[in-house]
């Protein structure tokens, strides 16, 4: 048996799409969970077997509108002590993007209509690298950028990639 914690449709402090209001929600809404979902991969790291971070479907009177959600296997939350630490360390999400040096996907100015910068998951994530990186003798600014870094670039490598392409250039 599985439960699932939902963990929003972005980090806890943030603005987001909002169903009824926001125009082209369901893009939005959909870049959000997935910019979210690589976010808590940063902050926490892939998670074990028996964890899964996955899409959430949830029907509203306005329609329906996605959010993130931590699925844990109860049997192995109970005899593996990494689903349970990870569980634990994951819960209740972020509460803002800057947790995990990532720019917000989508900003939203009063009476401005919401503006993507970056609208692939490949190019949000790199731009994390790329703010994560490490200077030209591999140290890091933060400590902490070390573990975003390490996480993103395990669990992408194509944006790993395509960031180490664009640090070799800033640092020719």
Not at 21 to 46: M, Q, S
Not at 93 to 98: D, K, R, T, V
Request: proline share 7%.
């Amino acid at each position: 048996m599985s439960d699932i914690i939902d963990l929003g449709g972005a980090p806890a402090n943030e603005d987001c799409a909002q169903l009824g209001h926001t125009p082209d929600f369901e893009r939005l809404n959909r870049l959000e969970v997935a910019a979210y979902r690589a976010a808590v991969i940063a902050r926490f790291g892939p998670p074990p077997d028996g964890c899964a971070l996955v899409s959430i479907t949830n029907r509203h009177d306005f329609g329906i509108y996605y959010s993130l959600g931590l699925k844990v296997d109860a049997g192995a939350y109970r005899r593996d002590p990494a689903v349970a630490a990870y569980t634990e360390a994951a819960q209740d999400g972020l509460e803002s993007w800057i947790e995990a040096a990532f720019a917000p996907p989508v900003r939203y100015a009063d009476g401005a209509a919401p503006t993507v910068d970056r609208d692939r998951i490949d190019d949000i994530v790199t731009g994390a690298l790329l703010a994560t990186r490490p200077d030209a003798d591999g140290r890091f600014a933060i400590p902490d950028f070390a573990i975003l870094h390490r996480n993103l670039a395990a669990a992408y490598p194509a944006s790993a990639e395509a960031a180490s392409i664009l640090t070799q250039e800033i640092h020719a």
